[in-house]
């Protein structure tokens, strides 16, 4: 290894450390032994212009970026590998290696001591696995990946670095029961729900953390221990987002299609900034589903933010006016509103007061400080 590598290495477990991610000794030692370049040879970066653009160790900026606190993208539209010969593309990410931070801050939220049996889903780049497998010893490892070319590509990498944890090929959803059960799920690759095989998969005792996928974001990440088929726990007081799995169908935005249509205009009682509220926008996410959001400020006009629900819905905030307009039969901005009531009501609280309980039928509940207080029920089931 180079100088200039070793200083990059130490730059970043330096950062990640001052960030408070790698307070545990273990971490920071499997942080500090496993080559991420091994696992990212090439990854797109993005372009001022929404666009990516494909980059590899012959590029001046990768091993910046690859010993950075950043994601990087290594998959388009589930099929795009970075090529850096080609020039910049349009794509939506569907592989990437995680957030260090993230994985690091998820990775202690398992809170293992040694010689549990984890599974992960969404393989990925196999980077994160090769952290398990370097903290758990590769026998106690499995993670599953839903595409066959990213799973094998995984396999080689983490060979490469001397770790053979079992990657399947297949749907994460699922689990994989023949190598339960599990101390702790992972998942690093988001769900809208969290499904019943990771319960019936992880002993009494156990946990699974993940993120649940909202179109609105929210990061909603849970921590839930498990018992008897049921998981329960509190969201973590830091935010945390990952691409969807594959079988879900995202909400879009429909601007060309909304801007020819005329809804009905009233005074907002919100500003469209209570949407990333760390904590508020926890529970607008959760409970608002199936709507999206875009910034735009027409030519001459005010700074908007508008919503696109999946039925065609729409609403378009003018903070600068405290007008909203809306279209279609959700009105989407009166749902934002009355959850943000909600959460005033409840004395504003902070993200990690909320939590989940699953039952082994998949119903989602979800409550403030105790079990008892269900604030709303099953809105984790939708798709
Ligand atoms: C954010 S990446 C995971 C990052 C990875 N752990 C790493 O260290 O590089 C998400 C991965 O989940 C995979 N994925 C999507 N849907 C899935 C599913 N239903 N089952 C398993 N993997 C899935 C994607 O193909 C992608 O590789």
New binding site residues.
Partial sequence: MTEQRAEDIARFLAGLEADGYLSDPAWKQAFGAVPRHV?LPAFFLPLPDGRWQAIDASHPDYWANVYADT?LT??LDGTVSPDPDSGPLSGTG?????QPGL?ALMLDALCLSGGERVL??????????ALLAHRLGSANVA?????PV?ADL?RQRLAVCGYRPTVIT????QGWPEGGPYDRIIA??SVPAVPPAWLAQVRDGGAIVVSLWRDLGGGPLVRLEVNAGSGQGFFLAEAGG??????VNRAAAALPTAVKQTGTTRPTRHPSHVLHHPDAGLWLALRVTGVTWLGFTPDGGNEQMWLFASDGSWAAVDDTAGQVEQYGPREVWDEIETVFDRWCDAGSPTRDRLGLTVTDTGAHRFWLDSPNAVVWDDAGARR
């Fill in positions: 696992f994601t290594t998959q569907t592989c990437s290696s995680t994985m992960e889903i969404g393989t990925g780049t196999g980077y994160n696995a993670s599953v990946e839903v595409d990213v995984a297949g749907d994460g959803e690093t690759v990952f691409m969807p799995v594959r079988a």
